[in-house]
């Protein structure tokens, strides 16, 4: 498994910018599909974004597309989420995800498709 330290949460008022990083480690950190997933007081984690194993390919949620950026640093190790126009509704502890990936090209959405989770920081939005 890899391990994932999430950083860079805290409270902003609406339509302020916050920048999230995941830091993986392990034999097999920088050979992993990765994604960002929230969770909101009383509801389910959802998925907020992915970026496959080479960094060139990411998905978005639709709630979060147009305003949300992953990046991938060139070591791999390291993935960044860029959140602009931030809402109320985008507080949430935000979960930092991994899964060892053989297809360089892979994003995967789906909670079951990940094996590694790190501990999640907290974003707060205020209006």
């Known amino acids: 498994q890899v391990q994932l330290v999430e950083s860079g949460g805290g409270l902003v008022q609406a339509g302020g910018s916050l920048r999230l990083s995941c830091a993986a480690s392990?034999?097999?950190?920088?050979?992993?599909?990765m994604a960002w997933f929230r969770q909101a007081p009383g509801k389910e984690r959802e998925f907020v974004g992915a970026?496959?194993?080479?960094?060139?390919?990411?998905y978005y949620a639709d709630s979060v597309k147009g305003r949300f950026t992953i990046s991938r640093d060139n070591t791999g190790n390291t993935i960044h989420l860029q959140m602009n126009s931030l809402k109320p509704e985008d507080t949430a502890d935000y979960y930092c995800?991994?899964?060892?990936?053989?297809?360089?090209?892979?994003?995967?959405?789906?909670?079951?498709?990940?094996?590694?989770w790190g501990q999640g920081t907290q974003v707060t939005v205020s209006s």
């Open positions: 995800a991994a899964r060892v990936e053989y297809y360089s090209s892979a994003v995967y959405a789906s909670k079951k498709d990940y094996d590694s």
């Open positions: 392990g034999r097999t950190s920088s050979n992993c599909a």
């Open positions: 970026v496959s194993r080479n960094g060139i390919f990411t």
